[in-house]
């Protein structure tokens, strides 16, 4: 039988632990609280309700009628439409994500070095942030209508021929790509300009002095410099070029001939037209899958290929 002042030196120094673990971690999870409750809510759970969903079928009103397994994944898998959803979504993010970060970076320059038509840029830029992306893709069919757009309008008044936009494969591509693009590239320069903010100028002062110009003073302090910039804005650019939907809802429908079918609107049209909630929600796992593998994929490799000394 342990000897009672020792069971009560062992109470004491647990409630000094206690004491001492509250005093230092006591504020920051305080703070943290709301967080995390956020994440749980909009993020966690509805992975796990994802998780749970894939394994089951549906009637058209969402009652579960069975449980599935994995057939749900097997079917996925071997949908040749959603393959090619997966490949298109992938080749998206090829093109969206440079173009995407030099569009960014190249505003974030121009403002960063104040020249003419600053306020032109911002409101180029930022302004579709502040619009709602249904607005933005409407104006966007507006502009391009193959008979009443405005874009057709002038095509037809410098004598060149008129472009059908959303019924051409790459036309309707490069439409979508680029409204993706101009809705997402203000989140990107404002990545890089904080970059920058961050860049101590002794630095670059220090290279103009050794005789470096514009060039070299931007490829091999400013770029460099820009690491962590870089890889978040790369992270976020691929995030969004993955999740491409309203403008595919709103002005392709996945055409034509299949040239816009991305996963994202395979698995809307799966959930929401074809009612069936368990196919959705296991592409739409097998897409998250996919978006980690390649984010780590860029990660890495930019940690190898981004590095300053």
Known sequence: MPHPTAASGRDISRR???????????P???????????????????????????????DPGGQRIDTAGFDNFGFALSDSR??????????????????????????ALMLRANTGGNALVRAMVISPMFFGLPVTTFVFAYLFDANVGAINAI????????????????????????????RDVGV???????????????????????GAGPLALFFTITLPLLARSFQFAVVLATLASFQILVPVLMLTKGGPTGATDLA??????????????????????????????????????????????
Request: glycine share 6%.
């Open 264 to 309: 994202s609107f395979q698995i809307y049209e799966t959930a929401f037209s074809y009612f069936d909630l368990g196919t959705a929600s296991s592409m739409s796992l097998l897409l998250l899958v996919g978006l980690i593998v390649v984010i780590a994929l860029e990660l890495r490799w930019l940690a190898v290929k981004w590095t300053y000394e």
């Open 16 to 26: 000094n632990r206690s004491a001492a673990f509250l005093e230092g971690w006591g």
């Open 188 to 210: 990107t320069m404002l990545v890089f300009l904080a970059g920058l903010s961050a860049i101590p100028p002794q630095i670059a002062a220090a290279a103009r002095l050794d």
């Open 82 to 107: 959603f393959q090619w959803g997966l490949w298109l979504s992938l080749a998206a993010a090829i093109v969206k994500v440079p173009v995407q970060l030099a569009l960014g970076l190249a505003a």
């Open 28 to 58: 920051a999870l305080v703070f943290l609280c709301p967080a995390l409750v956020m994440l749980c809510l909009f993020k966690l759970w509805p992975i796990a309700e994802a998780i749970h969903t894939s394994t089951g079928t549906f």
């Open 155 to 182: 095509l037809s008044g410098i004598g060149l021929p008129r472009v059908a936009w959303l019924s051409t494969e790459a036309p309707a591509q490069l439409l979508v790509l680029g409204l993706s693009v101009w």
